[in-house]
């Protein structure tokens, strides 16, 4: 039970907070140097926090909890880190400047205890879900390490809800039995661009039951709740109930005398309203009026610490957006700040003196009793949670001896072979996708490894004895969550079982299949995981306009564009298996490094950093190599990104180079193209992420005095005589390996895709698009029309 003494402590505690916070701030914008491009830091979104968040973090949360914060009330966050040793006072100068405290709140950014980062709104939100998701699958395993389960806990502000993945979230979090998961919203009303529609509560309530959520309204204070038991409080609470979003904002802004003109107005003419009114000064009727329940700390530590259960729980806390401040209330104040004046008023109430504003308890009339309560704060009690597990080996390359099948189908009986094995990484892979397992070939693997979930099911269709490929059966013992059709609920999964190893101290391998086009469906959760650093594999499959009879809208055109650009995820596109399999073998080592960020000078590659590997696979089945290609140097090729199929020669007047599953063109277009010509060299590319990733990173060396730095792509280029000319061929955008040809200043042609295909068959497709071995022919006669090319008119 907490005692009187200890909630004047915590109130205390929040002032503290919610000074730093808006001090972060303002020096951030009126007393640091000034930037061209003004600073910003959300005062008033800080404010409506204060509470919620002094309440948890000083009470109620225990070490074993994950938090992700709103991300405008990152400044009270790193307050709250700033009174626990975590986080500096120089970091808090430099908020939002380099190398400062975070905008929002980041993992792979900040120097403080960030469990989730923030900042796309939504998505921190709904990954405590899916964290809570994959705390139950390592809990269900027998390797599981015993430990108390936590809640993930979101904090979230009102505007969030607008945002679709939640939604889809929540789907999810009912299909899989979700348990200790709290979302605390702050119900403050207003958003960027002004008030929430009214009776935006009742949806909540009535969304958040469909799923099973358990929601608890907190919305009125000690103070208000006391007014409510005395003569005439019925009808204040009844005032309160029925009043505009918007209006009480702007009375909350006008204060206490024009809350009593409104009331005395409205409500004031009977006798024991008046008399309540009246025992109260207009400084007093502002605070009973601005008393609501997310201010509360009383009130939020009793609704918070009455929760006895594990289902999932929303608690709807009502706020005012700068509660405390000079903006409290105002629809203009989600971006403003305060003038140096109103800092100066503010500090004044704060009690704050001069020259201490840094200070950690400043303000504060009995420090050894906030210090106390820090001291004792469970959630602190033992240290930052940032936690490693052991590396897994990933075991003997797997090869396949299949002389014709696709990537797709390969990744399918690589996964499967796993399956078959016991070893450590068996064990810890965990397979995910929406809706499309069977079809992104994962179905062998499911039918050894099973499905999870927390309670047992029977396949229906193998008790009936009905004859069926899939054995789908769900128990704790499975390894494969199948999620329904939305790929950000796919992504976001992929990034809380990626964190696994630093949430959890367990070591999950997450693959992910998803159809290649709509990775882009689930591009800002993808980000959002990479940028937390999580680590996973994802097969975007099948790909491209080779999936020719499903036409344009299952046909991706982008996608390696994405692979290339998306920081944290390193992306490959093999066309022959045992480059499939040499890639995944190194993948799940690659997930697992957490090394210095200094580049290998060969490559000039930060490998031993590790991150995310996305494969872009195809379903087009393609003749193999007559010979398991498994000498060093071709495995060290395939890792770098590229390797000579047919090396140049010192005459070489023309390099193919290709990309994925057109291999069986390019190489078919050299054998035509060498009848005429000399010296012809195909260049297979298995990842133009890490190739030009290489050479950007070797010029960024050149340029910082290392002049003899030279990556594998300069070197690979290096060895053709500067006359040749690159024709680049590959299944999406040209610009993918379009920018070959300036590496050493050859004359370069791409060929790929720039518009939707249409259905038909492959052939049908790559002579439309200009991809066959006859469009590769026909663009070296244009390059070198001296002397006819006779193959260009043979029959593919």
Not at 153 to 175: F, M, P, R, S, T
Request: proline share 4%; aromatic share 8%.
């Amino acid at each position: 039970m907490t005692t009187h003494a200890e909630i004047k402590t915590l109130e205390e505690l929040e002032r503290t907070i919610r000074w730093l916070a808006c001090w972060t701030i303002h020096n951030a914008n009126h007393l640091r140097e000034k930037d061209v491009v003004k600073v910003g830091g959300h005062q008033a979104s800080c404010a409506s926090m204060t509470a919620i968040m002094a309440a948890l973090y000083f009470k109620v949360l225990r070490p074993e909890d994950r938090v992700a914060v709103k991300p405008h009330a990152s400044p009270v966050f790193h307050a709250i880190q700033y009174l626990a040793g975590n986080q500096t006072r120089e970091a808090l100068e430099a908020f939002r400047g380099y190398g400062g405290a975070q905008s929002y709140p980041s993992r792979t950014k900040d120097r403080d205890d960030v469990d989730f980062s923030t900042g796309s709104v939504g998505l921190g939100v709904a990954i405590t879900a899916f964290a809570s998701m994959i705390q139950d699958y390592i809990t269900a395993k027998s390797w599981g390490t015993e430990q108390q389960l936590g809640r993930m806990i979101a904090l979230v502000g009102d505007a969030e809800l607008d945002e679709g993945n939640v939604y889809e979230c929540l789907q999810e979090g009912w299909k899989h039995d979700l348990r200790n998961c709290w979302w605390i919203i702050d119900y403050n009303r207003q958003s960027l661009d002004g008030v929430v529609q009214e009776g935006l509560w009742e949806r909540i309530e009535a969304i958040f039951g469909a799923f099973g959520w358990d929601v608890v309204k907190i919305k009125y204070g000690a103070l208000q709740r006391a007014a409510f038991e005395e003569p005439g409080g019925e009808a204040l609470r009844t005032w309160i109930d029925a009043c505009p979003n918007q209006l009480y904002s702007a009375l909350c802004y006008q204060g206490g005398a024009a809350w009593r003109a409104r009331l005395q107005d409205e409500i004031g003419d009977q006798g024991d309203v008046s008399a309540l009114l009246e025992r109260r000064s207009d400084e007093e009727l502002g605070a009973l009026m601005a008393n609501l329940g997310g201010h509360c700390v009383g009130t939020l530590l009793e609704t918070f610490q009455s929760i006895d259960h594990d289902r999932p729980t929303c608690f709807l806390a009502y706020t005012i957006k700068g509660w405390g401040t000079p903006l409290a209330g105002h629809k203009d104040n989600h971006a403003g700040l305060m003038t140096v004046s109103q800092m100066r008023e503010f500090q004044a109430d704060m009690g704050v003196a001069e020259g201490v504003e840094w200070e950690p308890y400043a303000g504060i009339a009995d420090k050894a009793a906030a210090e106390g309560m820090m001291a004792s704060a469970p959630f602190f009690s033992q240290g930052t949670r940032r936690y490693k597990a052991p590396v897994l080996e990933a075991g003997d390359t797997i090869w396949l001896e299949d002389r014709e099948l696709s990537t797709q189908a390969g990744f399918g009986k690589i996964l499967d072979q796993i399956a078959k094995s016991d070893s450590q990484l068996s064990d810890r892979l965990l397979t995910m996708s929406p809706d499309v397992t069977v079809s992104t070939n994962l179905g062998p693997w499911v039918n050894r490894r099973g499905l999870f979930a927390r309670e047992a099911s029977a396949d229906t269709f193998r008790v009936e004895k009905i004859p069926s490929t899939q054995k789908w059966s769900f128990g704790p013992d499975g390894q494969h969550i199948e999620l329904g059709i939305a790929e950000m609920n796919l992504f976001l999964l992929l990034g809380a079982a990626g964190l696994s190893h630093s949430l959890f101290k367990e070591r999950l391998i997450p693959v992910g299949t998803v159809y290649d086009p709509f990775v882009a469906r689930g591009l800002d959760a993808l980000n959002y995981a990479c940028y937390q650093d999580a680590r996973f594999i994802i097969a975007g499959t099948p790909s491209g306009v080779t999936l020719a009879p499903e036409g344009g809208a299952h046909q991706s055109i982008g996608s390696q564009l994405i692979g290339i650009s998306q920081d944290g995820l390193t992306s490959f596109e093999p066309a022959f298996l045992d480059e499939l399999s040499v890639i995944l073998n190194w993948s799940f080592d690659y997930l697992q490094r957490d090394g210095d960020s200094d580049p290998d000078e060969r490559t000039w590659l930060r490998d031993e950093t590790g991150g995310s590997v996305y494969l872009r696979l195809t379903t087009r089945p393609i003749e193999q190599p007559r010979s398991r290609r498994d000498d060093p140097a071709f495995q060290q090729g395939v890792i770098d990104g590229a390797y000579w199929w047919r090396p140049p020669g010192p005459n070489t007047e023309l390099v193919i180079a290709y990309q994925g599953c057109l291999a069986p063109e390019a190489i078919e277009a050299a054998g035509r193209i060498a009848n005429d010509r000399r010296d012809i060299a195909v260049l297979a590319l298995t990842s133009a992420d890490r190739l030009g990733a290489g050479w950007f990173a070797a010029q960024r060396a050149r340029r910082r005095g290392n002049s003899n730095a030279s990556c594998h792509v300069e070197r690979l280029l290096g060895a053709v005589p500067k006359h040749a000319t690159i024709i680049s061929v590959t299944d999406g955008h040209p610009a993918t390996l379009g920018w070959l040809g300036a590496v050493q200043g050859h004359r370069q042609v791409p060929l790929g895709v720039e518009h939707f295909g249409q259905t038909g068959t492959v052939d049908d497709l790559y002579r439309h698009f200009g991809l066959d071995a006859d469009a590769i022919v026909s663009a070296a006669q244009n390059l070198m029309p001296g002397r006819p090319i006779r193959g260009l008119s043979s029959v593919v």
